[in-house]
């Protein structure tokens, strides 16, 4: 078999540019999503080359902006862009009220006529960057102003949370059922476009020495942490509401989790890969509200200092509830009740205002089941990691002993590691991904509706649990900003003789 050289693969891999022209409506314009990821990530595509000439984007929102006055918003994040200028001139604002027919209305007129104006043959994408509560109203003016009715293609991506517990979920699922088919509808977890996430699993099925291993009988357990040193910042409005669990839990973590547990599909296609994940989901053993304190530590921030800054608690930020119980950090252990995984722990945990911003997953190998060495050594032999670091300083690591050189018996724990940044990589952000599979009808990174229902099927207790309000003030702990979190996390772990890593 013909094994491709580097650069042959290099060649190969490099982003495919959008071919068909499109018009993108972005609700939820006046956001952090957008302004902080979507249009940079579009920016990108355009100075990269990978858009077509042919391309309007009209932001839509609440907020009232000019089509200039919104540019001027935008070339805020983009400071110094040499292309902003000439990439501006594709961006467009319209003001909407969405529960107000007569706004989708106008809204319609105005992508008409862009329409025209840039040739774009009718096609359509639908951006739904808004808080979860709404997308449902958004889609429903959507479909009943006949925005849905085009000439060319049309597709909608929904960010994530895909609603806002099960029952919102399925409906959402319905709306969307009534405006668009499947396969036009896009469900996006932007983990999943990161490089990283996707090299999972590249790396688990590509190789053939670490599948024998992945199993409970050589893995002790698994920890996914990401760590994120930012608060809630302008965002009070989404978050405060939503909280760690429906901002991270129930979409980035689980997601990475399932890539982690998931058995191999027999062909890596899109629909096999979401079954696959599922059958994890079903298998993760559910956790009951009154098992709850045992198995979830959530945390809240107060002020403390994050890179030589301080900064404020939670409850003072902008936007927040002076009394809000929002958890913004949790911690858990979960289980995943099949043959490969029975007995291996799993422990989660998500914060804003920690000490380091880090996504790591780590494998925890067994240690030797005995040691030859304890005559000499009084020390345990640490046992082997590996690490999917997904960012910053995108690796892969493995953790294993080595001898200090030396006469005396001394170890020392060395790494392999791959760095994506040192091998010279140019790695996408993942909305570049994201955004170009959208445009080009690719499926493969996108979520599944059975999947999405299955993770809040797991969450429902939780988020009951949590809306139980003022009564749960004694099961949020607080932690300092700056931080691993509160204290209750670490004595979790280590009540089950492990602790906290991130390397
Ligand atoms: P924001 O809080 O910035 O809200 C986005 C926009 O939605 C706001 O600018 C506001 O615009 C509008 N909005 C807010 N609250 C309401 C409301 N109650 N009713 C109607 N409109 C409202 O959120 P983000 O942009 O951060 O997030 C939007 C979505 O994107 C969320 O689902 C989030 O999970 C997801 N996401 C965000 C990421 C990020 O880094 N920010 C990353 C990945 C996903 P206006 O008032 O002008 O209408
Ligand atoms: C988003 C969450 O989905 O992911 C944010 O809504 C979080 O709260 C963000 O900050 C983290 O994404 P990334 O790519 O910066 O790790």
Known sequence: MKVKKKKEVEEVCLLEPVKDPFGLVIFGASGDLTRQKLIPALYNLYHNRLLPDNFFIVGAARSRFTDNGYRDVLKETLKGKDLWDEFSRHVFYTQIEYSDASSFVSLQRRIKTLERRFATEGNRLFYLAVPPQITAQIVEMLGAGGMNKVRGWKRIVVEKPFG?????????????????????????????????????????FANSIF????????????????????????????????????????????????LIAMEP?????????????????????QITRAEIPEYIVFGQYIQGEVDGTVVPGYRDEEGVRKDSHTPTFAAMKIHVDNWRWQGVPFYLRSGKRLKRRVTEVSIHFKPVPHSIFRHQLSEEIAPNVLVFRIQPDEAIELSFQTKMPGTRLCFREVNMNFSYRQQGFYLPEAYERVLMDCLRGDHLIFVGQEGVEKAWEFFTPVLEFLDKGKKLIFHIHDYRAGTWGPLEAEEFIRRDGRYWWVN
Do not use: C
């Open 265 to 285: 599909p027999a062909v890596f296609d899109p629909a096999r890969i979401r079954e696959e994940k599922v059958k994890v989901f079903r298998s993760v053993r």
């Open 164 to 204: 806002w517990d099960l029952a919102s979920a399925r409906d959402l699922n319905g709306v969307l059922h009534r405006y668009f088919t499947e396969d036009e509808i896009f469900r996006i977890d932007h983990y999943l476009g990161k490089e990283t996430v996707q090299d999972i699993l590249l790396f688990r």
């Open 211 to 258: 599948e024998p291993i992945w199993n409970r009988n050589f893995i002790d357990h698994v920890q996914i942490t990401a760590a994120e040193t930012v608060g809630v910042g302008k965002r009070a409005g989404y978050y405060d509401k939503a909280g760690v669990i429906r901002d991270m839990f129930q979409n980035h973590i689980f997601q990475l989790m399932s």
